[in-house]
């Protein structure tokens, strides 16, 4: 028998089952006794998600609460720190995206400082040496030509991709390491 709402002449809106044959009468209201109409209402069931929730400092940092609901959230409300909700899947890919380009420009600041140190320290060490390899036999000077040019032949540090990502929309069967044998392949289960 299939469940319907109706409402009655005194307003009550009830469930009630009907049965196929006598479609399309309705069953008098269970609450009252009064004649019914059938009413189709919205369904009750909704899927949403949580918000992930950031806040935004003035200065342009991010502050990610454990929960959005607790203290640390609070807090930075507290602080005058812009809240956001990321509501959807899309939102949050593009705040990933957004983190992932931030952090690999600071990477790449942060290497290219190491670089500019190295270049100079190796400036300075390699002008000893060769002040240095004056007085050397030569298989000594064979051996420190050697060995700058293995240092010149060493791969140099490059800036990586921050890896920023919500666990929660990023991570999957296909991604996650309980889905991979020992030898790093993915499992089918």
């Keep these: 028998m299939p469940l319907i709402h109706v409402r ?7 469930e009630v089952h009907r049965p196929i044959a006598d479609w399309p009468a309705t069953p008098p209201c269970p609450t009252c006794g009064a004649a019914t109409a059938q009413v189709h209402l919205p369904s009750r069931v909704a ?21 959005p609901n ?25 705040f990933s995206s957004h983190m992932n380009k931030r952090e690999l420009a600071l990477s790449q600041r942060k290497v290219e400082r190491r670089q500019q140190m190295r270049e100079a320290r190796e400036s300075a060490m390699r002008s000893n040496l060769r002040n240095a390899m004056s007085s050397m ?5 064979d051996l420190a030509r050697e060995m700058m040019r293995r240092a010149d032949a060493e791969p140099r540090e490059r800036a990586r991709d921050g890896g920023f990502h919500v666990q929660a929309f990023e991570y999957n069967r296909s991604n996650r390491e309980e889905s991979r044998d020992a030898q790093g392949r993915r499992r089918r289960d």
């Design 47 to 67: 899927v949403s998600i949580d918000p992930v929730i950031i806040f935004q400092a003035p200065d342009g940092s991010f502050r990610f609460p454990g929960d």
């Design 8 to 14: 009655c002449t005194a307003d009550h809106v009830e």
């Design 70 to 94: 607790g203290l640390s959230a609070a807090t930075y409300a507290r602080q005058g720190l812009t809240r956001i909700e990321l509501r959807s899947a899309i939102d949050v890919q593009r």
């Design 137 to 141: 036999s030569a298989k000594g000077r």
